[in-house]
Every structure is written in structure tokens, then in C-alpha cells.
Nanobody, 114 residues
Framework: QVQLVESGGGLVQAGGSLRLSCAAS????????MGWYRQSPEKQRDLVAT???????NYADSVKDRFTISRDNTKNTVYLHMNSLKPEDTAVYYC????????WGQGTQVTVSS
């Protein structure tokens, strides 16, 4: 069973930066595509970024050139580096491990003040 634990959320002013981390337990981490989603109140959960086991990345248009997803397979950890944050980036951010059954973290709150 895979468990994901996110950390690194918090309150930041517009234009600031944060780095989210997602630590995964289980031996299958290195072969799985990982990703980050986010969800604002009364909105659906939207995909933010993904990264394959080979390091190929994909981003939502709204975060391109501002966010960077990366992974360290030796630490079973995936990161989301967020720069030039905007108030509309405020959301709960969830880490996901894609598989036959996707595994989700508990979420970490990111709040960007204007």
C-alpha cells in the first residue's frame, strides 16, 4: 500500500514562492508517474503538473513558466516549486501517484494574499 504525505504549504504574499514536497512510502515510487492537483472551495480538483519516471513533465497552462515539478527517486519524493504566486493559486494541493488505483495524499493548503 502506498502512502503519500505532503508538506510545505502555507501563507505567502503574491509574487512569492513556495516549495511543496510529497514523500511516498512503498517500493513502486520510482516507476510511477506522479503529479500534483489542486482544489479551491466550490471548484473541481484540477491537474497542475505531472512527471513520469523518466522525468518528462507536463503543466497546466495556468502554471507554465511559474511552477516546476521534480522528483528524487532516491528519496521517494516529488516536489512542486512554485514561483510568482498569484492569489488565484490559492487552493489545497494534493499529491497523486498514478497507478491501477491512484494514491492520494491528504493535501496541503496554499494561500496567496494580494
Amino acid at each position: 500500500q502506498v502512502q503519500l504525505v505532503e508538506s510545505g504549504g502555507g501563507l505567502v504574499q503574491a509574487g512569492g514562492s513556495l516549495r511543496l514536497s510529497c514523500a511516498a512510502s512503498g517500493s513502486i515510487f520510482s516507476i510511477n508517474t506522479m503529479g500534483w492537483y489542486r482544489q479551491s472551495p466550490e471548484k473541481q480538483r484540477d491537474l497542475v503538473a505531472t512527471i513520469t519516471s523518466a522525468g518528462t513533465t507536463n503543466y497546466a497552462d495556468s502554471v507554465k513558466d511559474r511552477f516546476t515539478i521534480s522528483r528524487d527517486n532516491t528519496k521517494n519524493t516529488v516536489y512542486l516549486h512554485m514561483n510568482s504566486l498569484k492569489p488565484e493559486d490559492t487552493a489545497v494541493y494534493y499529491c497523486v501517484l498514478f497507478g491501477a488505483i491512484n494514491a492520494w495524499g491528504q493535501g496541503t493548503q496554499v494561500t496567496v494574499s494580494s
